[in-house]
């Protein structure tokens, strides 16, 4: 088969791309930490900023839950009611669904700040994706600014956009208070919770599926409907 022009060009795109995500993933592991440390002036377990793969394991142990065989750590802490309610908030989440439509486009998420950092997640519930996160919005509650971007991996070596997610760290590392607790879509986030891995500190999450209906409800930490097969 001849190789057209548009072939080879995208081709190249992908190339490009792959090697960006590579190089960003190596940088955002261990600043992320730091990014949580700062947010939630509580000290996160192992180096912040060290080099290699073994920091950037740890570290995505710490954000994001995985363990040191890889498996994820479970995300304990998560409401079970009200995930499947759109009452109030329609018009919200239809906003937002329009809002970030433009991270469809995942160089656009990349040229926004938002930097791959952890490996595609999943569990028996279902998956998460591959959270590309931005460094600067760890807490924030602000609706035009979630600190992650969800993608789900394709088999062309792509990124689908499944939703978005907020996460901030609690203040005073309390299970039993939550006075701190953020809130959007006229809905508390889940929490406060214990970190996923050793070292990833108490905090406030909520995962908004904008573009891929998930079955246990639109704020619902797991999909059920995503998997990371490519």
Sequence with gaps: ???????????????????????????????????????????LAGPASGQGSTEAASATAAVFGRNATGEHAGHEGHRADGTHSRAGNGADLAAARKRFARF????????????????????????????????????????????????????DGGARLLGVEWLSVDADQDLDTDEDRPSLFGRGFD????????????????????????????????????????
């Design 1 to 43: 088969m001849l190789r057209t022009r548009s072939h080879r060009t995208t081709a190249r795109t992908t190339r490009r791309t792959a090697r960006r995500t590579t190089s960003a993933h190596a940088v955002a592991l261990p600043l992320l930490a730091t990014a949580l440390l700062a947010a939630g002036t509580v000290a």
């Design 104 to 155: 469809a486009d995942v160089e656009v998420a990349l040229a926004e700040g938002y930097v791959p950092a952890s490996p595609c997640e999943t569990s028996d519930a279902g998956g998460m994706g591959v959270h590309y996160t931005n460094l600067d919005l760890v807490g924030s509650t602000d609706p035009s600014a979630p600190t992650v971007v969800l993608y789900e991996p394709t088999a």
């Design 191 to 230: 929490g406060p919770m214990l970190g996923h891995a050793p070292g990833m500190p108490i905090h406030y999450d909520m995962h908004v599926w904008l573009y891929e209906t998930n079955p246990d409800g639109v704020f619902a930490p797991w999909n059920p409907r995503v998997d990371c097969a490519g």
